[in-house]
């Protein structure tokens, strides 16, 4: 099965600072990379995603790198604001089949 | 229908005894998952369902731990002789079929005593 490792497991920057959360996984059929949001004692919510056929996606603030060469993927944040401090999941999965997430990065925001 | 709704969301129970949680899914979802989640880590993969199917279970998933979807709408987890070490937070998603976001529910937090 697949196996997703996340770096670093915490991250702290300066309000204004970007952020930089980086995954790898292990099955190269992997074709869907979600990156979720978690914070205190709530559901994890999805915040972006990229599919195996595309190397780059921006949404405001948040952008995500696909290397599918490498097998690995990252999620910048920019222009970062205390409400971003939360911690951050990624997962990699063929079609949905069976979503495996990373162990989570705490990014805290220091105003 | 507003989301991915779980009960109960608190169970605390003691030692080698059953618990089952129930997870009702977005209506027009056909995909359900179940996943454990300990504190500062992420959502470990338990089970998922396409419709009634159950297609995958996690090696890690001991014989106490069974999923059911009977009718392809709700699920039950049930686990059976807890263990203090089966203390967690029992997270359901759903999705629609294929690639695409999971939508979680807010959890049913496990505590064995």
């Known amino acids: 099965g697949e196996n997703v490792e996340q770096h670093p497991s915490t991250l702290s920057v300066q309000e204004g600072d970007s952020a930089v959360i980086k995954c790898t996984y292990s099955?190269?059929?992997?074709?869907?990379f979600p990156w979720y949001k978690q914070e205190l004692g709530k559901r994890p919510q999805l915040i972006i995603d990229?599919?195996?056929?595309?190397g780059e996606k921006k949404d405001q603030r948040i952008a995500v790198t696909l290397n599918k060469t490498a097998k690995h993927f990252s999620l910048h944040i920019t222009e970062t604001q205390p409400e971003d401090s939360a911690v951050y999941f990624c997962?990699?999965?063929?079609?949905?089949?069976?979503?495996?997430f990373g162990a989570g990065t705490r990014l805290t925001v220091k105003p | 229908d507003t989301g991915v709704s779980q009960d109960p969301r608190h169970k605390i129970t003691k030692r080698g005894q059953n618990v089952t949680f129930r997870c009702d899914p977005i209506s027009e979802h056909n995909r359900l998952y179940w996943y454990r989640q300990t504190l500062g880590q992420g959502p470990e993969f338990l089970t998922y369902?396409?419709?009634?199917?159950?297609?995958?279970k996690s090696r890690l998933l001991s014989d106490r731990f069974s999923a059911e979807r009977p009718k392809g709408s709700f699920s039950t987890l049930e686990i059976q002789r807890t263990e203090q070490g089966d203390s967690a937070m029992y997270l359901c998603?759903?999705?629609?079929?294929?690639?695409?976001?999971?939508?979680f529910g807010e959890g049913s937090r496990l505590t064995v005593l």
């Open positions: 990229i599919r195996s056929n595309v």
């Open positions: 997962a990699a999965t063929y079609n949905n089949n069976d979503m495996r």
């Open positions: 099955d190269s059929a992997s074709n869907y």
């Open positions: 998603a759903s999705s629609a079929r294929g690639a695409g976001e999971l939508f």
């Open positions: 369902f396409q419709n009634e199917a159950q297609l995958e």
